[in-house]
């Protein structure tokens, strides 16, 4: 990156700065035209200066250049104008002056566009080298900086140098230009006005910027506390347990007042100072008029000067300031940004930076073949020095598995990501199939090796997205465009190639189906569901599948199937005697093990609009509720299991899985239901603020009668229900209409889940031998029928949220190693891959791997030495040294390392 803004800015936008130089010196043409018009105005038309006589004529847009003396001394005349009488010259002039007015305007819009264009495309540019150099720096760096931080400087902290670069150079161009020609005026007209003006001008810019320079080292304190702020806060949500399971609540309450505290001095302190120069900037900019009429006037009434000179002086004043100003800010903004540049730099500056040719994107690399995988004098150290990897060395074929084991410390981990060239050694070479990998570009790295570490990420996409990214090497197949989404790409292509980002297509297919050993979609479909049943994941994703809606595209294959079933599985319940255990959905009863607002609507929501969570708000749901009588009645319902939820759960400790199961708020805001009862108990139901009457009114929504059980609904009630019901139906207005799928026995509820779909009602709650008897009813059915494969398919579009929380870990952990496996990779590389599984899925996933990856290469570092039985090839390690290494057999019976780590498990 370059050390200096200036640098950066000259080097990437110099041609866009020198395009806008003509914009800006036409303009202080016209705005010099524009200054002059006036006293033209009012001295030849509005005073008559050029008209001594009622009836004459003056001569309009005459041109006639006096030649100098060496050229005779004679006048050109280029042009002897058009003669108005004084009205029509009144208003030739002032339509002129408004047409300079116009054609200023129009050049400062096309100035700002450019600017704003060219600031865009530089904070474009920025952003991305930004994130370039994240994704090339080494993973030790990743210990020491916090992801929070990192994305608010690309976020917010380099937003303002966007808007600088564009007026970098075009901003004092142009502004100096306005002040200069604005003094020029002033000074032609009277050159003691001019001086005037002048030392007014070079007063405030110098006593401006002096008193400015302590708010740039606020401002530096402030940025830099805020950051540390952010880092703060982000620290505390990924320590919550941690602060709740040891009450240091109040202690991260105080620490970060004090930080608080901190910057509200440093912001009072800032705004005090901010406040105090731009006073005493207006101050200066004030008094200058008052010169101005006091030594105008007089030269006025002593005949040194014309009424319309001085009108025009002081209208060409009032345009100084503003220059002036502008000019001030500017440097002002210029030091601001030029500091958190270097703080940017700073911070994103390493010294062992990975070259950016070693992530390039490589079509077709030259990838290892066979052979062996050889680790020469291995090393790696921290940066104390201290040795975790100390000269290992080992070779063995690609064909084989190899099991690294070792004491806790051992730097099983380290050589593991050594091997995969997740980080650098500090000494020796790798070579996998005689490429050395110490020195291969990632395109052969990613996709010879798959590693999988404890715990693995999952990127906030769906399960099918997570299995598939380590296929996305380079685009494959382009997409097709035309109309406004080819003009849409050629902008994106154009753009990209003037802000020096890629101009690969996001949109293409990306997917390397030669990697993963097929030759299309269907067949790598196919490819998932085997690696699913090798890690075992198989029957998870089938139950996410249950669970989920499908899309709009697999809805269509699945509908008439659902409904077959839907007609089948009832008459299956009802022979087997057993039809009570699933409470359908019937338009005039109310279903008690479905939630209050599903009876209500009677449907499922499509968006937002008719989310649970969005109903309390919802002007239509209020005024059903309204015109049916139940708003007071759910009002009354939802303070009544406010009290119960503070009196039942407000005692649990942190993460209590009652909260999960049975509560209608969350643990954290459990003490604001407490505030908003006591303003109920002051103030009644009736006084209490909108914004706590939708607090309240929003949990009955989430009641479910027949699971909660808290007696809140009784049969009144529930026929009230199914009234109001009819009337949202009835009246629902047309724009609405699109916003839920109503329940049809005859239809298929493209919003609904799978599993909803296919029973029409819900499993009754408190039958112990309802769920998984009719769970097996609806598998046997679509195992016959054949479509255990779609709905799969429909778990596989399963979101797993942030960092994969809405999975168990235990299944985010599965679906990288399937990642992995999809890869079909030369060197499998896993580090205690399994540690998070109980035992008896840890002995099932290794031993479904080991047999999916016979005869191809597995490097696992194991997290249970008894494992090592299963594999060709055993290495022990003690403390980074390789102490022993050959097959199980051999090792234990030889009495050394092995056979001590067996003996210490």
């Given at each position: ?11 990437y ?35 008559g ?15 006639h250049?006096a030649?100098?003396a ?9 042009f ?6 004084r ?6 002039l ?39 150099h ?20 690309i ?10 670069i564009?007026?970098?150079f075009i ?8 002040a200069?020609?604005a ?30 320079r ?19 806060i ?11 399971a ?9 620490e ?42 007089y ?52 010294d ?9 994107l ?44 070792g ?11 050594l ?9 020796g ?36 997205d ?14 097709d ?10 902008f994106h ?10 101009e ?60 077959r ?79 119960t ?11 209590h ?13 459990l ?12 103030s ?10 939708n607090?309240?009114l ?17 049969e ?9 019901r ?70 596989l ?50 031993a ?56 210490a498990?």
């Amino acid at each position: 990156m370059e050390r200096s803004l200036f640098g950066f800015i000259i080097r990437y936008s110099k041609r866009d700065q020198w395009l806008i130089v003509p914009f800006v010196v036409a303009s202080m043409l016209f705005y010099y035209l524009s200054l002059d018009l006036p006293k033209m105005i009012i001295n030849q038309a509005i005073q008559g200066k050029s008209f001594p006589d009622p009836g004459s004529t003056a001569p309009f847009l005459k041109v006639h250049i006096a030649l100098p003396a060496f050229l005779g001394g004679d006048v050109l005349r280029l042009f002897d104008g058009i003669e108005l009488e004084r009205l029509p010259y009144l208003f030739v002039l002032t339509i002129v002056l408004l047409g300079l007015i116009v054609l200023t305007g129009i050049l400062k819009f096309q100035i700002n566009t450019m600017k704003g264009w060219m600031g865009e495309r530089m904070l474009r540019r920025l952003r991305f080298v930004l994130f370039d150099h994240i994704l090339r720096f080494p993973l030790a760096r990743f210990r020491r900086i916090k992801a929070a931080e990192m994305a608010t400087m690309i976020k917010d902290e380099v937003e303002p140098l966007g808007g600088f670069i564009g007026e970098a150079f075009i901003q004092p161009l142009y502004q100096s230009g306005l002040a200069l020609t604005a003094l020029f005026f002033i000074l032609y007209q009277h050159f003691a006005l001019g001086m005037v003006a002048l030392v007014v001008v070079v007063v405030q810019a110098v006593i401006i910027p002096v008193m400015r320079r302590r708010l740039l080292l606020l401002a530096r304190e402030r940025q830099i506390g805020a950051r540390l702020l952010a880092g703060r806060i982000a620290e505390c949500v990924d320590g919550i347990v941690e602060i709740h399971a040891n009450d240091t609540s109040n202690y991260e309450r105080a620490e970060l007042s004090s930080r608080l505290g901190k910057l509200f001095r440093i912001r009072f302190e800032f705004y005090q100072r901010k406040f105090m120069i731009k006073f005493w900037n207006n101050f200066l900019s004030q008094v200058t008029p008052f010169l101005f009429y006091s030594i105008g006037g007089y030269l006025v009434i002593v005949g040194k000067l014309d009424i319309g000179a001085l009108v025009a002086v002081i209208a060409a004043y009032k345009d100084l300031p503003g220059p002036v100003k502008e000019l001030i800010d500017w440097d002002q903004q210029r030091m601001d940004v030029q500091i958190k540049y270097n703080q940017v730099v700073e911070q994103f500056t390493v010294d062992d930076l990975v070259p950016a040719e070693m992530q390039a994107l490589i079509e077709a690399p030259e990838m290892p073949t066979g052979g062996s995988l050889r680790a020469s004098n291995l090393s790696l150290a921290d940066d104390s020095g201290t040795k975790s990897v100390d000269g290992v060395s080992f070779e063995t074929d690609l064909s084989r598995h190899v099991a690294i084991i070792g004491a806790q410390g051992c730097g099983g981990s380290d050589l593991a990501q050594l091997l995969a060239r997740l980080v650098r050694p500090a000494g020796g070479t790798i070579e996998m199939g005689g490429v050395d990998l110490t020195r291969a570009p990632e395109a052969v790295t990613g996709r010879a090796i798959a590693y999988v570490g404890s715990p693995s990420y999952m990127f906030p996409v769906s399960v099918r997205d997570n299995l598939l990214y380590g296929l996305k090497h380079r685009p494959g197949k382009p997409r097709d465009y035309d109309g406004e989404a080819l003009r849409e790409r050629e902008f994106h292509v154009r753009e990209a190639g003037r802000t020096g980002t890629p101009e690969s297509d996001i949109n293409a297919d990306w997917i390397d189906y030669q990697a993963a050993g097929v030759s299309g979609a269907g067949e790598l479909e196919a490819r998932i569901v085997e690696v699913l049943q090798i890690v075992d994941l198989q029957e998870t994703i089938f139950e996410l599948g249950l669970r989920s809606a499908a899309s709009s595209a697999r809805s269509g294959e699945l509908g008439e199937n659902v409904l077959r079933i839907r007609r089948a599985l009832h008459e299956e319940l009802v022979s087997l005697g057993i039809g009570e255990w699933v409470e359908r959905f019937d338009p005039a009863r109310y279903n008690r093990n479905a939630t209050l607002a599903e009876n209500l609507l009677f449907g499922t929501p499509v968006g937002k609009k008719f989310e649970i969570d969005n109903l309390a708000k919802n002007e239509y749901v209020r005024r059903v509720l309204a015109e049916t009588g139940l708003m007071e009645d759910m009002l009354k319902t939802g303070h009544k299991l406010a009290q119960t939820m503070v009196e039942l759960f407000s005692g649990l400790p942190p993460g209590h899985e009652f909260f999960e199961r049975y509560s209608f708020v969350r643990q954290e805001d459990l003490p604001q239901v407490e505030e908003i009862l006591g303003r109920v108990l002051e103030s009644g139901l009736t006084g209490i603020a909108e914004d706590d009457r939708n607090s309240l009114l929003v949990l009955p929504f989430k009641l479910i009668q027949a699971r909660h059980r808290l007696g809140l609904i009784d049969e009144a009630f529930e026929l009230r229900i199914v009234e109001a019901r009819r009337y949202f139906s009835a009246n629902l207005p047309g724009d609405l209409r699109e916003s839920i799928e109503f329940f049809d026995p005859d239809r298929y509820n493209r919003a609904a889940s799978l599993q909803d779909n296919m029973l029409f009602g819900r499993i009754v709650a408190g039958q112990a031998e309802a769920v998984p008897r009719i769970g097996g009813l609806l598998r046997k059915v679509l195992d016959e029928l054949g479509l255990r494969p779609q709905v799969v398919k429909i778990g596989l579009d399963y979101q797993v949220g942030v960092g994969g929380a809405l999975l168990a870990v235990a299944d985010r952990q599965k679906i990288a190693l399937a990642r992995a496996l999809v890869r079909r990779p030369a060197m499998l590389i896993l580090d205690q891959a399994v540690a998070v599984l109980d035992s008896a899925s840890q002995l099932r996933v290794t031993a479904g791997i080991l047999e999916y990856r016979k005869g191809r290469g597995v490097v696992w570092f194991l997290n249970r030495n008894d494992l090592a039985e299963r594999f060709d090839q055993v290495i022990v390690l003690e403390r980074g040294k390789l102490v022993e290494s050959g097959s199980f057999a051999e090792l234990k019976s030889a009495g050394g390392a092995l056979r001590k780590l067996l003996s210490a498990d």
